[in-house]
Structure formats: C-alpha cells, structure tokens
C-alpha cells in the first residue's frame, strides 16, 4: 500500500540557510499535517492543509511556511535556519480515521 | 489551550511483564488516538477511540476510553521485546486539533 512519502531523509545545513522538506500524501486523503519532534519529544505540530488550503496552524516560527500544491504534495520552507531547528520534520496525512506518518525528514543545522 | 498528560515518562519491564500507561486530558475529547514510535523510526497509528467508555482489544494489547472521555489507557499484558517503543496517547478536541501527549517509552529486558 501507498504511504506517506518525505523526502530527503536527510538534510544537513548551515545557520542561517534555507531548507525545503516535501511531502506527498496517501493519494485521496484530504489533509496533509506537519510536525516537529524533537530529541525524546513528542511530535509538536506545525501547520496542515484541507484539500490545499491551510487548515490550522500550531507552533510554527514566522520563518517556516509551507504550502500544498495542486497536486497535494506539499513543502515546508524553514529560511534562517538556526540551530534550535535540528529536529525530525514528520509530515502525515488523513482522512477519517488516524494520521498515516512518513518516515520524516532529518534536519541537521550546523 | 487542550493538554494531554501522559504517564509514566519511562517504564522498564521484564519480559512477560504487563505494561500500563495513561492519558488525561484537560478537556472533553471527541476522540483519542494511539501511536508506537520505534526508536529512529516514525509515530505509527495504532486505533482511535470514540465512545465513552469504549474498549478495544488488539491481541495483548487494550485501550480503553473513560467514561467522561478525558481519560484513556493502553494496557499490554506479558511483553515481548518487540513492543519496545514509545507509545503516544493523541487527543482530538471540539475544536479538531489532535494534541499529543509527551509519550512513555517502554523498555524490556528479555
């Protein structure tokens, strides 16, 4: 079965850089959800999207934005990186029941 | 704002040993999810609970939901090691933001 797919898994960056993380959903479900975990943290949610439009947004710094585009992938943009932003990014989607969780982005900053 | 507490943080158990951890919300919930979080890997769905009062089995695992949906339980009887992980509770409140709980990392020693 189809799963939620994020890429890189892996991203390593300087302070002050930006960063890209992409997410495309389960085909047909509707809601596309960010998160940020921490090291031995729960997963903090950023943003989410209904059927391409922000749907809520939680503890996400004016210096992420994201979107989810016309083909329901999405992409969650983090400019001025700083060290505080090294976390696992998950991105999960939906659409009735639980939320089907990628295997997550790895940012490092440096 | 709605807050999950979970309990214990930790547990560590011998094999064959039950396990038990708990969630309470501030507020009434409309519904609550549980995930497993391998170590290095991504928050897994497990079930969701709707009812009051409702209790779900799956093998050695049971959730409950407590009567006043604020509270609810996952209980795994005689581990193995592959439930090592942490286990998150997630609650969904009126207004449909899903807050999860700080987790309970469960450890067993063969």
């Known amino acids: 079965a189809a799963g939620v797919i994020q890429s890189p898994r892996h991203l390593i960056k300087e302070k002050r850089e930006t960063a890209t993380l992409k997410c495309y959903p389960i085909p047909r479900h509707d809601t596309v959800y960010w998160y940020q975990q921490g090291p031995g943290q729960d997963p903090q949610f950023l943003i989410s999207?209904?059927?391409?439009?922000?749907?809520d947004k939680g503890s996400i710094p004016d210096r992420f934005s994201a979107q989810q585009f016309s083909d329901y992938h999405s992409e969650l943009n983090m400019s001025s990186l700083e060290l505080g932003d090294s976390a696992l990014y998950f991105c999960?989607?939906?659409?009735?029941?639980?939320?089907?969780f990628g295997s997550g982005t790895r940012l490092t900053v440096v | 704002g709605q807050q999950v507490m979970q309990i214990p943080q930790y547990q560590h158990v011998q094999e064959g040993e039950d396990f038990t951890t708990y969630c309470n919300s501030s507020t009434t919930l409309s519904n609550i999810q549980w995930y497993k979080q391998r170590p290095g890997g991504h928050p897994v769905f497990l079930i969701q609970l709707v009812k009051s009062g409702e209790v779900k089995k799956q093998k050695r695992l049971t959730f409950q939901f407590g009567e006043a949906k604020k509270n609810s339980s996952l209980h795994i009887t005689a581990t193995q090691t592959t439930d090592v992980g942490t286990y998150f509770c997630a609650g969904r409140g009126s207004n449909y933001k899903l807050t999860f709980g700080k987790g309970t990392l469960l450890t067993v020693n063969p």
């Open positions: 999207f209904y059927e391409k439009m922000q749907s």
């Open positions: 999960a989607s939906s659409y009735t029941h639980g939320y089907t």
